[in-house]
């Protein structure tokens, strides 16, 4: 079935296609959204919540040393996202207010908090509502992955839940729709590999098609976070059952208004969170530190974007005593910065050009126009005496690891770019755990994220707010509709936590670059322009951002 068949909520995302938005004025700005193993199973991302000292999970100091020099990809380890930057343990943290505030207009009732602390609150919540739904009698398996299933038939079950639906609030409502979802799938699949007496149940598919009826009724883009939230979350839920996410996923990337229209939602981002500006604020800071000293640098960065990233880093280079440095830069291209830029390349070089011709930086601009996962050496123009700096800024969790494709691309890209001996290599990602894990675990995940980064959005703009709709239509609800919606290499989204990029690139020969003070204070000077919800700490080697009591992107500098 085709997405344009799918049964379409009032409050869905495809009518947001075409919604007109008014023009911003150009304002410098990335343009890539904030938007493992098959074993792993682990997936709430990292919590900003405090921890004990009882807590047990793996770190990369407790993990044998083997483990990062026999093999070509991380190892079949879990490694913990509920450990807290902001724990009493953590060496340096910072908080953007010291009169920060706890007020969680949106928090789940049941966590106190914008989002559930770990998987045993999790678990907690889902034992609650079995037992108002079977009784307290009702034996719940205690690795069940949290679902309803019991002694109790499913009809039975789904039944029960069906009676209550309508007073269920809109994360247990989709938590359980997610579940019938994964019921049907299940039988499904084991039919298909002949398992005896398996067949599809209908209370499971009339449960599902239920639940998704009564969470229409409840959904709205223009609504709080959490209906906001749970309208894309629902299209990626009605995407999976028809098989039609990648095609759901293509629509909102190629369907997209004009590349001038896409650039106005990115800046609407851009003002009103964060995420953009943390990721270029850390990296020209590291990046400036680390070439001081040199007179020739060569930047490749992986999401070039529209290189404002660069303008920015050129009118400090500018200052510099003795004279700025000359300027190469390699521009790696992607479909989505093309469209929103209009054009090729040439465009970004142009523009870079002029700025670097205004502060007088000797500027050279190189394009390649490849997808990350194609790009070779000779793609890069290395030349010698050249300080090499590398940037991979929300880019690399799109690189197909060894789940998808026997060329594991991401490992395979982090070994080229090791073998050019970079001066400093940036990276800054998602705090979130969505690569390999299996369907329930990382819907829940999702959820958790992204509960967490649509209350950020509305601290910036009101939830009835027309270009803050089509911002989040069009840069963050394709991202939720392919996690949900699409597998195997349709799957373009897949986040990994700072733990497990540590294991990659620690496996790939880097070794980690402390962050001096300067980075902590540049994104300090960020922070005070947004809300004081928004909070950033320092462990490990990483620069965490967070939202209250999550963490929502990491930042790190490798060598």
């Not at 609407?268 to 680390?290: D, G, Q």
């Not at 969505?434 to 703009?461: C, H, K, Q, V, W």
Request: with cysteine.
């Amino acid at each position: 079935m085709h997405a344009s068949q799918i049964p379409q909520s009032s409050g869905g995302v495809h009518k947001l296609c075409h919604q007109p938005t008014a023009n911003f004025e150009q304002y410098y700005s990335p343009y890539h959204v904030v938007n493992n193993n098959s074993s792993d199973t682990s997936s709430s991302g990292t919590q900003l919540s405090y921890q004990t000292q009882n807590e047990k999970f793996f770190t990369l100091d407790s993990l044998p040393d083997a483990g990062y020099v026999s093999y070509d990809s991380p190892p079949a380890v879990s490694v913990s996202s509920n450990w807290s930057p902001f724990s009493p343990q953590c060496s340096q943290s910072y908080i953007s207010d010291q009169h920060h505030s706890s007020d969680n207009t949106y928090g789940s009732p049941l966590s106190g908090c914008s989002v559930m602390n770990d998987g045993n609150e999790l678990k907690h919540v889902l034992r609650e509502m079995a037992n108002n739904l079977l009784g307290p009698g009702s034996d719940i398996d205690e690795d069940s992955s949290c679902s309803f299933n019991g002694e109790v038939s499913k009809p039975s079950k789904w039944n029960r839940v069906l009676e209550i639906a309508p007073s269920l609030d809109m994360k247990e409502l989709l938590l359980a729709c997610a579940e019938a979802i994964s019921d049907v799938e299940v039988t499904a699949r084991d039919a298909q590999m002949n398992v005896l007496g398996q067949k599809v149940s209908d209370a499971d598919v009339t449960a599902r098609d239920a639940l998704i009826n009564v969470l229409e009724q409840k959904v709205s883009v223009s609504g709080e976070p959490m209906q906001r939230l749970s309208a894309y979350m629902l299209e990626g839920l009605k995407a999976r059952i028809y098989s039609s996410g990648s095609n759901i996923y293509k629509m909102l990337k190629c369907k997209e208004p004009t590349g001038s229209e896409l650039i106005s939602y990115m800046q609407v981002l851009y003002h009103i969170c964060p995420y953009y500006r943390f990721a270029y604020t850390s990296a020209n800071v590291v990046i400036e530190e680390a070439m001081r000293n040199e007179s020739r640098i060569h930047i490749i960065d992986f999401q070039i974007a529209q290189g404002s990233q660069w303008v920015f880093l050129m009118q400090n280079l500018a200052h510099w005593p003795g004279g700025p440095p000359s300027v190469h830069i390699t521009g790696v291209d992607d479909s989505q910065s093309a469209h929103a830029r209009g054009g090729g390349l040439h465009l970004v070089g142009e523009r870079l050009a002029k700025a670097a011709e205004s502060c007088g930086v000797p500027f050279e601009f190189h394009a390649a126009a490849i997808s990350g996962c194609e790009v070779q050496l000779e793609n890069l123009q290395i030349r010698h005496g050249e300080a090499l700096a590398v940037n991979f800024p929300y880019v690399l969790h799109h690189m197909p690891d060894e789940s998808v494709t026997t060329a594991n691309h991401r490992d395979r890209l982090l070994r080229l770019v090791k073998s050019l001996s970079p001066k400093i290599v940036t990276l800054v990602e998602q705090e979130s755990n969505t690569n390999t894990s299996a369907f329930l675990p990382r819907f829940r995940e999702t959820l958790d994220y992204y509960t967490a980064m649509f209350e950020s959005i509305d601290a910036g703009r009101p939830g009835d707010d027309k270009q803050r709709i089509n911002a989040e239509a069009h840069c963050v609800a394709r991202d939720i509709v392919n996690i949900i919606a699409c597998e195997g290499a349709d799957r373009v989204e897949r986040h990994e936590v700072f733990g497990k990029w540590s294991m990659r690139l620690t496996m790939a020969g880097f070794t980690p670059c402390p962050l001096s003070p300067s980075v902590g204070e540049a994104i300090n000077g960020v922070l005070k322009e947004f809300s004081p919800n928004y909070r950033f700490a320092e462990n490990k080697g990483a620069l965490y951002l967070g939202w209250k009591n999550r963490a929502l992107a990491t930042s790190s500098a490798w060598r």
